[in-house]
């Protein structure tokens, strides 16, 4: 069962790869449906909390860089500009739904310490309270784990905002349909797995590595994600986000990616 259509406060995390092209220019038509679809759900009276990437990527694209910086302190800079590319682009298009958004901007140090954790969740209570979508991301200027690929990275992140904000649901948008039982990128008969209730050595294992094909993709951080959302109590739903109508389905319980649903 997965009683998706009960769940009220969602934290909704976009990848890169659903908010830009490969050039790191925005993917206009796609953002354009994703906040009309997440207004709508927004309007239903869904709490909704947005974990974003793709800073570094527009802010690439806004230079005109021919690929993203591979320096770290480019990176930073990059990051810097495409931050604020990203918010006025959110800010923009949710204005013409009515719906106001708040961007936050976490480190892992701020994660890590108690009082700083608290002043979040009630910024992120008020926030919900007073009808405003927060959007966050990790601050790339100045937590630079992610920018070089060692800690920190924006699958976890979400998972942690939704721990901390007390959601109901973690979904996952990104470039990958769902969880197969092999890399479907040189397996053409790997099955999708459409329910996950316990991470096991098989569920890590198909997830693949930083080098396998899966891993590349993203997918072992989002098992990483899925358990400690399920340390959390929460669901989780990976799926991909380059059809956002599809959001509608997820929340009307049809069968739409991998759901990571645990025994509580």
Not at 69 to 90: F, N, S
Not at 134 to 159: F, K, R
Not at 193 to 210: F, L, M, P
Request: negative net charge; charged residues 25%.
């Amino acid at each position: 069962m997965r009683n998706i259509s009960k769940k009220k406060r969602i934290v909704i995390k976009l990848g890169t790869s659903t908010l830009a092209h490969k050039t790191g220019r925005l993917n206009i038509r796609r953002m354009t449906n994703l906040v009309r679809v997440i207004s709508d759900l927004h309007n239903s009276g869904r709490e909704i909390i947005i974990v974003s990437s793709g800073a570094v990527g527009l802010g690439a694209g806004k230079l005109g860089l021919p690929e993203k910086p591979r320096d770290t302190r480019t990176k930073q800079a990059v990051a810097a500009i495409g931050q604020c590319e990203l918010m006025h682009v959110y800010d923009d298009m949710f204005a013409k739904y009515s719906v106001t958004v708040a961007q936050i901007l976490l480190t892992k140090a701020i994660i890590s310490n108690p009082s700083h954790c608290e002043n979040f969740k009630n910024t992120v209570e008020q926030l919900v309270a007073m009808g405003v979508i927060p959007i966050i991301n990790e601050n790339d200027t100045i937590a630079i784990d992610e920018l070089e690929l060692e800690i920190g990275e924006n699958d976890s992140l979400s998972a942690l905002v939704a721990q901390l904000s007390g959601a109901d649901l973690l979904l996952i948008l990104s470039d990958i349909d769902c969880l197969y039982d092999d890399d479907p990128h040189t397996n053409p008969d790997a099955k999708p797995i459409r329910v996950v209730k316990e991470i096991t050595q098989k569920i890590e294992s198909v997830a693949g590595g930083a080098g396998s094909g899966l891993g590349t993709g993203g997918m072992s951080t989002k098992i990483n994600a899925a358990r400690i959302a399920a340390d959390a109590g929460i669901d989780m739903v990976i799926m991909n986000g380059r059809d956002p109508e599809l959001l509608y389905d997820v929340f009307e319980d049809k069968e739409i990616g991998t759901i990571f649903e645990f025994m509580r």
